[in-house]
């Protein structure tokens, strides 16, 4: 069969309007969950400039920070793609929900790293406060475990992104053969 | 369609989650953070919160340097009603750090660990009130008589921070002091100083064996607190420091801990493991003669080595501190115990322990010994 492969990108071939506007939501995405991010540094730590605390943070975090826009990004600009073909990828919300908390346990996590940043910062109030919420074993945990934690969350993140693709993949090869199908039955 | 909405919920559902607790924190931090229930509300141990009037005026340093750490007043909450236990119920580790008090007989022993989520505890040892600080941040311990014209006062935590380091305030004129210069540094007090009590700061394991009578601050604390685990990490073997310090001085490494002692406005820093592999250090500071002493990992002294009018000399011989005048035998708490001397005992002096960014940030000035 000498079909040509349906993909989000083809090289060498203009973006295709669907693609297009997937890409630039996968964008805004990841610009509004790093601007958020950032927001949180700024606002928690007062005593440091913005701009310090900003570098800080991509200093602490940068994986954290950029894998997180990365993952959301890809995650939003495939189901919009998807949608926009009309494809049902089963389980879209739950992908998309599990996505998004782990974006958020995995930067509330990486927030931790801040509280070296001040003395009795807007952090370790934060982290007082974990113990009448979740109970003092598993704050200590949370709070002992917060880096390999952080990542972990990351690496949710990313697997439930891969596992979007995957299924927007199966999605496009079973479109794909049924168009074939679809024509080799009218030739 | 119904069914392409879905996801789309879904990520409306994450990111409204992420920005309502971006905007309670904005909120938390704009609002000083009065309008949280733990903020106004009277404490455990029914302490009201002193409404948020500091007054800043009468300040010795620019009011500018004087920023918010985040929290509001309080919200790091200092220790007013401490409890002990005898050392022997305290559970602690060998390799934690205590920071441990010896006024008249009354022996006192503080974990950092609990330390570093209060950061103040007010209390009294041997009669005297005191306040027993700790800046994290800094590394910086340090003990304080809580007088102020006769009357005792109660410190806490201001929210606010001065060259990164703690801001106190004392909760009857509302002034504020900051914790490395034991100073007050904006309110009616402005200006005046602490009285700075020496302290030790000790491995668990060498404090327990030297004061086995020891009494050593209660988890029971009256706050809920993770107090096994600290929330800093591996900030204080990690060489770098993340934020701007108003000096900065190559010398050291910013995290090497320095004893730093001040004579009529000379400042000298000396390295802490340089004191504990001498032992002994003699030294002159602006004419004040003074040895520091270290007998145990951790563990350094300073004494004032002048006694009834004659300048003594020490060194380190054979696992003993002895005075070259009369070769008599001192032990670690300054007292001769044999020989010329016996009987005799060396004046203690108060002096900072920290990290040496913070107290170069401080004492821009200050020499280092034996450079």
Same mark, same amino acid.
């Given at each position: 069969?000498?079909?040509?492969?349906?993909?989000?990108? %083809?090289?060498?071939?203009?973006?295709?309007?669907?693609?297009? =506007?997937?890409?630039?939501?996968?964008?805004?995405?990841?610009?509004?969950?790093?601007?958020?991010?950032?927001?949180?540094?700024?606002?928690?730590?007062?005593?440091?400039?913005?701009?310090?605390?900003?570098?800080?943070?991509?200093?602490?975090?940068?994986?954290?920070?950029?894998?997180?826009?990365?993952?959301?990004?890809?995650?939003?600009?495939?189901?919009?793609?998807?949608?926009?073909?009309?494809?049902?990828? =089963?389980?879209?919300?739950?992908?998309?929900?599990?996505?998004?908390?782990?974006?958020?346990?995995?930067?509330?996590?990486?927030?931790? %790293?801040?509280?070296?940043?001040?003395?009795?910062?807007?952090?370790?109030?934060?982290?007082?406060?974990?113990?009448?919420?979740?109970?003092?074993?598993?704050?200590?945990?949370?709070?002992?475990?917060?880096?390999?934690? %952080?990542?972990?969350?990351?690496?949710?993140?990313?697997?439930?992104?891969?596992?979007?693709?995957?299924?927007?993949?199966?999605?496009?090869?079973? =479109?794909?053969?049924?168009?074939?199908?679809?024509?080799?039955?009218?030739? | 369609?119904?069914?392409?909405? !879905?996801?789309? !919920?879904?990520?409306?559902?994450?990111?409204?989650?992420?920005?309502? *607790?971006?905007?309670?924190?904005?909120?938390?931090?704009?609002?000083?953070?009065?309008?949280?229930?733990?903020?106004?509300?009277?404490?455990?141990?029914?302490?009201?919160?002193?409404?948020?009037?500091?007054?800043?005026?009468?300040?010795?340093?620019?009011?500018?340097?004087?920023?918010?750490?985040?929290?509001? /007043? #309080?919200?790091?909450?200092?220790?007013?009603?401490?409890?002990?236990?005898?050392? +022997?119920?305290?559970?602690?580790?060998?390799?934690?750090?205590?920071?441990?008090?010896?006024?008249?007989?009354?022996?006192?022993?503080?974990?950092? +660990?609990?330390?570093?989520?209060?950061?103040?505890?007010?209390?009294?040892?041997?009669?005297?009130?005191?306040?027993?600080?700790?800046?994290?941040?800094?590394?910086?311990?340090?003990?304080?008589?809580?007088?102020?014209?006769?009357?005792?006062?109660?410190?806490?935590?201001?929210?606010?921070?001065?060259?990164?380091?703690?801001?106190?305030? #004392? /909760?009857?004129?509302?002034?504020?002091?900051?914790? *490395?210069?034991?100073?007050?540094?904006?309110?009616?007090?402005?200006?005046?100083?602490?009285?700075?009590?020496?302290?030790?700061?000790?491995?668990?394991?060498?404090?327990?064996?030297?004061?086995?009578?020891?009494?050593?601050?209660?988890?029971?604390?009256?706050?809920?607190?993770?107090?096994?685990?600290?929330?800093?990490?591996?900030?204080?073997?990690?060489?770098?420091?993340?934020?701007?310090?108003?000096?900065?001085?190559?010398?050291?490494?910013?995290?090497?801990?320095?004893?730093?002692?001040?004579?009529?406005?000379?400042?000298?820093?000396?390295?802490?493991?340089?004191?504990?592999?001498?032992?002994?250090?003699? #030294?002159?500071?602006?004419? !004040?003669?003074?040895?520091?002493?270290?007998?145990?990992?951790?563990?350094?002294?300073?004494?004032?080595?002048?006694?009834?009018?004659?300048?003594?000399?020490?060194?380190?011989?054979?696992?003993?501190?002895?005075?070259?005048?009369?070769?008599?035998?001192?032990?670690?708490?300054?007292?001769?115990?044999?020989?010329?001397?016996?009987?005799?005992?060396?004046?203690?002096?108060?002096?900072?322990?920290?990290?040496?960014?913070?107290?170069?940030?401080?004492?821009?000035?200050?020499?280092?010994?034996?450079?």
């Amino acid at each position: 069969m000498n079909q040509k492969k349906m993909s989000m990108f %083809s090289l060498g071939k203009p973006l295709s309007f669907n693609t297009k =506007r997937a890409l630039l939501k996968g964008i805004a995405a990841s610009v509004i969950v790093t601007a958020l991010y950032i927001t949180i540094v700024v606002v928690t730590t007062p005593n440091l400039p913005p701009a310090t605390a900003i570098a800080t943070a991509f200093t602490i975090n940068p994986l954290i920070i950029g894998g997180t826009a990365a993952a959301v990004g890809a995650q939003v600009a495939m189901t919009s793609y998807s949608k926009n073909l009309g494809c049902s990828l =089963r389980g879209r919300k739950a992908l998309v929900g599990a996505g998004s908390s782990g974006t958020a346990f995995s930067s509330f996590l990486s927030f931790f %790293s801040l509280v070296p940043l001040g003395c009795c910062g807007s952090w370790l109030l934060i982290l007082s406060l974990l113990p009448s919420v979740v109970g003092t074993s598993v704050s200590a945990a949370l709070i002992q475990y917060s880096i390999p934690l %952080s990542y972990a969350g990351l690496a949710i993140v990313a697997g439930f992104t891969a596992l979007t693709a995957a299924k927007l993949r199966k999605e496009l090869k079973l =479109r794909q053969s049924g168009i074939s199908k679809f024509k080799e039955d009218n030739r | 369609m119904p069914g392409q909405t !879905k996801p789309r !919920k879904g990520l409306v559902i994450g990111v409204s989650i992420a920005g309502i *607790a971006a905007i309670i924190i904005i909120a938390l931090l704009v609002g000083n953070g009065n309008f949280l229930p733990f903020a106004q509300s009277p404490s455990s141990d029914g302490r009201q919160t002193i409404p948020s009037s500091t007054g800043t005026t009468n300040s010795i340093v620019p009011l500018d340097q004087i920023v918010s750490g985040g929290p509001p /007043r #309080d919200g790091i909450p200092s220790i007013d009603n401490p409890k002990f236990v005898p050392a +022997k119920d305290a559970g602690l580790q060998d390799s934690d750090l205590i920071l441990g008090l010896n006024i008249n007989g009354d022996i006192r022993a503080y974990p950092l +660990k609990i330390l570093v989520w209060h950061e103040i505890v007010n209390d009294e040892v041997g009669g005297t009130p005191v306040a027993v600080t700790y800046c994290p941040l800094c590394f910086t311990n340090q003990v304080f008589k809580r007088t102020i014209d006769g009357q005792a006062v109660e410190f806490g935590t201001s929210g606010k921070l001065y060259n990164s380091n703690l801001v106190m305030y #004392d /909760r009857t004129s509302e002034s504020l002091w900051s914790q *490395a210069l034991g100073q007050a540094i904006a309110g009616e007090h402005s200006g005046r100083k602490l009285e700075r009590i020496p302290f030790d700061v000790a491995f668990w394991s060498e404090w327990k064996v030297l004061y086995p009578e020891s009494q050593v601050l209660s988890q029971d604390t009256g706050f809920g607190r993770p107090y096994g685990v600290d929330p800093y990490g591996n900030y204080y073997t990690d060489p770098d420091i993340l934020f701007p310090v108003s000096h900065r001085d190559d010398r050291l490494g910013p995290k090497e801990i320095v004893v730093g002692l001040e004579n009529e406005g000379s400042y000298r820093a000396y390295r802490l493991q340089q004191i504990e592999d001498s032992h002994v250090i003699n #030294d002159d500071i602006s004419g !004040k003669k003074i040895v520091l002493i270290s007998l145990h990992p951790f563990m350094a002294r300073a004494y004032d080595r002048t006694l009834d009018g004659q300048v003594l000399d020490f060194r380190y011989h054979d696992g003993k501190v002895v005075d070259t005048q009369t070769s008599s035998i001192w032990n670690f708490e300054g007292g001769a115990i044999e020989g010329e001397m016996k009987g005799k005992q060396l004046t203690r002096l108060p002096f900072d322990e920290g990290f040496w960014f913070e107290w170069v940030a401080f004492h821009p000035d200050t020499s280092l010994y034996n450079q």
